[in-house]
């Protein structure tokens, strides 16, 4: 075929292609059938897109309960356990926390036991997932026909949920909570393991949890042999069971009672004839020893009681050091005290650090704080105890000399209490008068530091200033810290740490390797007793003097807003404080006087030992005349003893203080004779502790 173009002279572009008109006998070529429509993929991949959503949401939750809801939880009480605490020699001293039930197991219980409590609480238990649609829906009609809140659509598991994981607030968020661990119980628990948990831990009333612990404390007996209308009752309970206990409405409980038969009855648990021959419940409550809910040595103890049992299902006892004899002792000697308006607190502790009685207060009842740990107040004079032992350290002695006048340190000028300044003086003169310008000096010459670390050689952990006023006792610490201290010097070694439990902790490796205790050294021990026993013999401390050997220091705060005496013998440590918990003033009182006889008081009473007597006074004709010249002509009117003396023809012994208390007693003339303690109580003699070699 010839090319168009050429035919008529016209050249083609190179490269191009010649063009050929179609053939018309050629045959068409097939039609092109067009693509079918594409399909609308955006409403699957909404719906594919939703369940991966839904699957990660399921995920997360399944991560949130598995932290936040662990199966293991729903086993664990839902209140904490009662414990007891005993006294060493085994007396019953407080019980605190709940009644806690043994787990029990629904399979080993009578059939009527369970069907009581599906019947009142859940009827369709067995064929729900944890939420009954219907049982909602019922409960909303009923609680609408009836205007006001009548029953509640929760199944048991839910409750269990509630119990076991939630708070009590009614809040749609912790509804939603509930439902969510409500399924997750259900997907993994048995409905008997569902219901064996929820029993195991309901709340009957009287501060009783659980089922078996419900029916030995109303019934005396285990929850295998319930009966049937023992059974309808305690199901009854759960509904209001502080309003319902049988113990304090017993007619409401067997209301309930009945109810509860009605619904086995319906539910086809009892035919008509079991049913009407049910009987109301009789109680039979289970005796319980009457013990304190709480004292002050309790309510101390009590955390440390918990931390030695470690995680406890049930009722515990654990016994502490308190000895009975010797809390009784303290709290008849603080009675006797005579106390208005102030306060007073007492903690006694063998050296060893096992506190033996402790009283925080004029009454538990009226005000359960607790003056002797958590109270910290100014330890006054007592204070000096670091001091003179920094100075002990330092290498002098209790003859050793100290300016007893004025000084000023800084701009601190101190003054002694009485105005009275005597010149040169021992340190035994000045602890025993408690000058505060010597002891002001002596921190001056030792250096605060040195103060400040032997008072934390001695067990002090509470906040010290770093200024010499510390030497008159300004910085704040517990009655029972103070004690403590003392406690070393009693001992012989430091640290002595008070504790309330029988069984002491373990050391650390620490411990082990350094040792628990530094013993003090002799020199410095022997002249720190020196001057405590100076103290009382011939100082400030006169009123706590005993019949045998005792040592000891007074303390008294500025304006008298505090008085303390802390002392021991015997083997016996013993703190007092009186002030007013409002820290003001106490016009006249003074750590010589009310804390010293307090001290006296329950000394002589703890230890069995006979109180001291005092010095006979010359009568003659005219007693009573003889008796105001003794007191015109008092040698020291600023001492803590005014007047002292016995009447013989008046049969009367007479004490009158500078706070101007008048003591008048009946003399006792019989000889006197000291109790001899039952063996297993009898103490080594009284130089065993103060002045026995240190450990």
Known sequence: MHDPLALTGQSRPTGAQPYFPPDPSAPLPPPVTPPPPRRRTGIWRWILRGIGALIVLLVIAIVWLAITAPLSKSLKPIAPPQITLLAADGTPI?????????PVDVTTLPRHVPQAFTAIEDRRFYRHWGIDPWGITRAMIHNTMAGRMREGGSTITQQLAKNAFLDSDRTAGRKL????????????????EILSRYLSNVYFGDNVYGIDAAARHYFSHPATDLTVAQAAMLAGLVKAPSRLAPTVNLSGARARQKLVVGAMERAGFLTAAEADAVQPARLKVERIKDVPNGTYFADWVLPQARDRSGEIANEVTVTTTLETRVQRAAERAVRRAGLRTAQVALVAMHPDGRVVAMVGGKSYADSPFNRAVQARRQPGSTFKLFVYLAALRSGMNPDSTVLDEPVTIGEWSPKNS?????????LARAFAKSSNVASARLIKQVGVANVVRAARDLGVTSPIANDASIALGTSTMSLLELTTAYAAIADGAWPVRARGLEKED???WIERLSGRTTPIGRRELDGMRELLAGSIASGTGRQAALSVQAFGKTGTTQDNRDALFVGYAGGLIAGVWVGNDDNTPNPGLSGGGVPARIWRDFMVEALGVA???APAAAVEDNPVGNLLDSIANVGDPTGPVVFE???DQLGVGLRVDRDGNVDVRPLDRSPVQIPVPPRDERRPPDDAVESRPPN
């Not at 019980?95 to 043994?102: D, M, P």
């Not at 300044?421 to 021992?426: D, K, R, S, V």
């Open 94 to 102: 407080a019980r605190r926390g709940a009644i806690i039930g043994r």
């Open 177 to 192: 909570r509930e439902a969510m661990i409500a399924l997750w119980l259900e997907a993994w628990l048995t409905k008997d």
């Open 418 to 426: 009485d105005g009275r300044y005597e010149g040169e003086i021992t």
């Open 506 to 508: 373990e050391p650390t």
């Open 611 to 613: 109180p001291p007597r």
């Open 645 to 647: 003396g016995q009447f």
